[in-house]
């Protein structure tokens, strides 16, 4: 506007003609630093969807999970339900499109550590963060997030009006979740169950750590 002495519409339509009739390269700024972190298509590869009535048919919430710190109010928020014919706490796994892409299923009483959980609807978990759809949010206003290993510990948290966590499905973060993680461009702090190698906390702290002066 300044340098044609024009109004903001003159200048547009004069901008819009030079980018229709010429190939104008794209450079993002810092390198693409920031491009790169946003969440983009290969985020979602391999994440088949499920129809919610492959769910079991239950709308019993676990007291299990009650006992265990869940309040009934956050299982229903989350999905959980109990499945009565194989007695197993249906968890509902979905997408960061709030699709139902897996779900699991975790014994309701006492059995072998290896025969606790199963799978209900099988997805790569490697692909997914549980709790995403429900606490990113609050997440990116607080400007921080908990990144824990099971599920529970997501509901538990929310149970106490803290949903600043996210769950990994285990102690080994993927790069689709790191780069999910990242994306939030929040602090992280790595929060894994007891007895867990400071070798593996130390490499998920670097996974998910930005090197960049303009961080904060």
């Not at 239950?58 to 265990?68: I, K, M, T």
């Not at 709790?131 to 990113?136: P, V």
Request: charged fraction near 25%; aromatic fraction near 12%.
């Amino acid at each position: 506007m300044d340098e044609r002495n024009c109004s903001f519409p003159e200048a547009l339509e004069w901008l819009a003609k030079i980018v229709k009739y010429k190939e104008v390269p794209i450079h993002y700024p810092f390198g693409g630093f920031y491009h790169a972190l946003s969440p983009h298509e290969s985020y979602e590869e391999n994440l088949s969807t499920y129809s919610e009535s492959l769910l079991p048919p239950s709308g019993a919430l676990p007291r299990l999970w009650f006992r265990d710190g869940v309040d009934y109010q956050t299982q229903e928020r989350f999905g959980i339900t109990i499945d009565f014919e194989s007695n197993r706490v249906v968890i509902p796994i979905h997408g960061y499109d709030n699709k139902l892409v897996g779900a699991k299923g975790r014994y309701n009483g006492d059995c072998p550590l290896d025969e606790r959980w199963s799978m209900y609807l099988p997805y790569p978990k490697s692909l997914v963060l549980y709790g995403w759809n429900e606490n990113s949010e609050e997440i990116v206003k607080k400007q921080c997030v908990y990144i824990v290993e099971a599920e529970k510990s997501v509901c538990q948290a929310a149970s106490w009006g803290m949903n600043l966590m996210l769950g990994i499905g285990g102690h080994d973060i993927s790069e689709t979740q790191a780069q999910r993680i990242k994306s939030l461009g929040v602090d992280v702090i790595i929060a894994y169950d007891e007895g867990i190698d400071k070798s593996c906390l130390i490499k998920s702290c670097k996974q998910v750590e930005i090197r960049n002066q303009f961080w904060r």
